[in-house]
Structures are given as C-alpha cells and as structure tokens.
C-alpha cells in the first residue's frame, strides 16, 4: 500500500515507519523538520516532505496529487496553554487533515488517540479508585481531566462523524508510556525523561526517590507498531485499541532492574502517597482478540535501560 504518515520522524512514528517498509509498504512522512533523522533520507520506499500539520494547502495539494490507500495520523501539534490553543492547533487541524483525505480518496485513516482520553482516573480518582484499582476498556466514557485528553476524545469524536458522513474507514489507537531505543542512527527515544533519569541516578551512585505503586502497562514501541499494521491490515471500521503492554509495571522495577545490571549502590527511596497496590488496569484484550497480540515490557525495558547506561 501507499502510505501517508504524520509524525513519522518522532519516536512512536519512527517505529511505525520501519514496520511500514518492513511489510514493503510505500511511506511518505510529513513533517516539520524534513531533515530530523538523516538516515530516512537513504531508506529506498520512504520519503519525507516537510509539511506540517498547519501547512494546510501544502497537504491539499500533495493529496490531489498523490494517491494514498491510507493515513496513519501520529503528528500532535501540542500547546496546551489554552484550550482554544490547543483546540485549533491539534483537533483543528487533525480534522482537516482526515476530511481533505476522504475527500481524495483516501480509504482509510489510522488515528493515534492516547490513554488521556480517560485521563480523570489518575488526575482525580475517586476513593474507591485509590483503594481498589479499576478497569478501563475501550467503550469507557471519555472522561479527560486535560486539554490534552480532551483533544484527543473530541478528535475521535470527529473521526468517528466522519466516517459516518464519507464513509472512508476510521480506526483508532489509544498508546499508553510507550519506551524504546532509537529505530535507527539518528533517530529518537521517548521524550519523556524519567527512564533517562532513573537511569542517570543510578549510574552516578545517587539516591531514587519514587512514588510507591506508581507504574503502568509500560509497552515497547516495536510492539505498538504492530498494532498499527494489524489495524491497516484489517478490514475493521471505528475500532479502538489502547496500545499497552498486558501488564502493570511499577518504576520500583525499572530502578531495580538499573541498579541490577549495573550493580550500584544506590538506594531506592520510596514515597507512600497512599497509593493502592491494586492499579489502575487498562483492557487490551481487544488486541488479542482481533490480533492475537499480548504484549509484555519485558525484556525490552532491560534493554532500554542498558542502552540508557551506556553498557
């Protein structure tokens, strides 16, 4: 297939990229900076224009142009400052971008969501919630506690229109912490730091202050990009699928495994903040039924932290 992908120099992107040309899939890649990873320029099957996601006359014309099969939509235009900032920067855009490619023919559009979407079940848990855990599945009400959260249910909201209306097949994927080495020379890790810092600390002999029970279904994102071609794969229409690991890692574990591969003496120092021992679990059971995919961090979150020291 030909492939339209946003977002495809960042670090989720990059996996699916590789994945794409993996399964001999054409990807063409917008983004801002056309020249992030200097290394895509040499991979035969890929290219990438800088294009951003406001650049809106600029993606009219490439699709008038160009024939995809279907947009995997990565890209987040994140500015949280404002809601209406953060509104016309992403979901404005987001929307634009999947009307004009029903528009050309596209058929399909593949939409990266987040978890957030939910977020009020970590930002403002109830009592109950703090002491017994929970469930969150797919067909769980959106209920975002952040602009970020919000833009990404009132996108999926609007996709999901869409489809009704055009008639091009939507499908959406929800990632969680999603971890990993570079895809390639050149190219990048998680932007999040606390497995960099984590592992910094621990190298230099420092202490680990951590959240008792804090953690989450960790996923590597080699495994996450295979839910993205499951899902190009598929015949599915408005499907959502959270893109997580099939169980609770703690960041106790992931300091542990650092002080264990290279055998410092720092001390881990953990904060109880009431925090229950029975966390909240996101339902990925979708994925193995539709995909027949469970995934586990391990033993990618070894190898993230033995490339995070140096060793």
């Not at 294009?51 to 994140?78: P, R, S, W």
């Not at 979901?91 to 987040?114: D, M, N, P």
């Not at 008792?212 to 794969?233: E, M, R, S």
Request: hydrophobic fraction near 35%; aromatic fraction near 12%; charge should be negative.
């Amino acid at each position: 297939m030909n492939i339209l992908l946003t977002g495809g120099t960042g670090f989720i992107g990059s996996y699916i990229a590789m994945q794409l040309l993996s399964e001999n899939h054409t990807v063409t890649i917008l983004a801002r900076n056309a020249n992030k990873v200097p290394a895509f320029h040499a991979i035969p099957g890929l290219q990438v224009l800088e294009i951003g996601m406001t650049d809106y006359e600029k993606i009219t014309l490439l699709l008038q142009n160009t024939q995809f099969d279907t947009c995997i939509h990565v890209a987040l235009n994140y500015n949280d400052t404002s809601a209406y900032t953060m509104l016309m920067n992403d979901t404005a855009a987001s929307i634009y971008l999947a009307s004009e490619c029903a528009k050309y023919g596209v058929s399909h559009f593949i939409y990266t969501s987040s978890t957030a979407a939910n977020d009020s079940v970590y930002s403002n848990p109830s009592p109950e919630i703090l002491q017994n855990g929970s469930h969150v599945s797919t067909s769980s009400k959106h209920d975002p506690h952040s602009y970020y959260g919000a833009t990404k249910a009132a996108t999926e909201n609007f996709l999901w229109g869409i489809t009704g209306v055009t008639g091009m097949r939507v499908n959406v994927v929800r990632p969680g912490y999603t971890f990993g080495n570079p895809v390639l020379h050149g190219a990048y890790t998680q932007p999040d730091r606390r497995f960099h810092s984590i592992a910094q600390a621990i190298k230099e002999g420092k202490d680990v202050e951590l959240v008792q029970n804090d953690g989450t279904q960790f996923i590597w994102a080699g495994d996450l990009a295979k839910i993205y071609t499951a899902v190009l794969n598929s015949n599915f229409n408005k499907r959502t699928y959270f893109g997580l690991s099939n169980c609770f890692t703690s960041w106790l574990e992931v300091a542990q495994t650092a002080k264990q591969l290279c055998n410092s003496q720092s001390n881990i120092i953990l904060n109880d903040l009431g925090w229950s021992d029975k966390p909240i679990i996101f339902d990925v059971s979708d994925i193995e039924r539709d995909f027949g995919y469970s995934f586990s961090p391990y033993p990618h979150i070894a190898q993230h932290v033995e490339y995070l020291l140096g060793l």
